[in-house]
């Protein structure tokens, strides 16, 4: 059975500080996609990345794919009340068609 | 593009009920997903399906667990005899292809008493 691994599970910081998430595994995934997710809602897409030492910048995030697609890493510059939430991480497996999901950060910033 | 809806968004039923939930896709997705979430988890697959074909079912599933989509549209799934440890949000995702990303739906949050 393939496990993604996210740490830290939860994290609390002030605004303006960075943070980094982790998300790990001992299988290799044909992708890894990131959401964020807010109580009562459905998760949300951030990025999908494809390709092993792939870097994708939106915005403060920044998302980097392991090179040898087993990890994977979001971080957050100077962190926003608005970037509270639950963060996923998503692995798609070189083999079948379901993903496979992390157990969440769930992020405070507080102001 | 009207997202994905699904019905009820609560539900609280007493154990040993079945309870059954809808799940509308983005209309052109052709695979269409079953997860199980619960407070501060990550989605815990369940099943998918692509058009009407149920195509992977969970072993953490189970026979008090069943899916369908019987067009290859809107999908069902339905919980018989609930326990209270089926006390969990639902959530119903589509997707273009295998590669595409999930579109998810608000949920729908089932409380067993």
């Known amino acids: 059975t393939q496990l993604l691994e996210q740490s830290p599970q939860f994290l609390s910081i002030q605004e303006g500080e960075n943070l980094t998430v982790y998300c790990n595994s001992s299988s290799v995934f044909s992708s890894l996609q990131w959401y964020r997710q807010e109580p009562g809602e459905g998760p949300v897409l951030l990025v999908t990345?494809?390709?092993?030492?792939e870097v994708k910048k939106l915005k403060r995030l920044t998302f980097q794919f392991g090179d040898a697609r087993k990890d994977s890493s979001l971080h957050i510059t100077a962190a926003q009340t608005g970037d509270t939430g639950l963060y996923l991480c998503a692995g798609l497996p070189n083999q079948g068609g379901k993903l496979i999901f992390g157990q969440g950060t769930e992020l405070s910033v507080k102001p | 593009d009207t997202g994905v809806s699904q019905d009820p968004r609560h539900k609280i039923t007493k154990r040993g009920q079945n309870v059954t939930f809808r799940c509308d896709p983005i209309?052109?997705?052709?695979?269409l997903y079953w997860y199980r979430q619960t407070l501060g988890q990550g989605p815990e697959f369940l099943t998918y399906f692509q058009n009407e074909a149920q195509l992977e079912k969970s072993r953490l599933l189970s026979d008090r667990f069943s899916a369908e989509r019987p067009k290859g549209s809107f999908s069902t799934l339905e919980i018989q005899r609930t326990e209270q440890g089926d006390s969990a949000m639902y959530l119903c995702?589509?997707?273009?292809?295998?590669?595409?990303?999930?579109?998810f739906g608000n949920g729908t949050r089932l409380t067993v008493t």
């Open positions: 209309s052109e997705h052709n695979r």
């Open positions: 995702a589509s997707s273009q292809t295998r590669d595409s990303p999930l579109h």
């Open positions: 990345v494809v390709t092993g030492g």
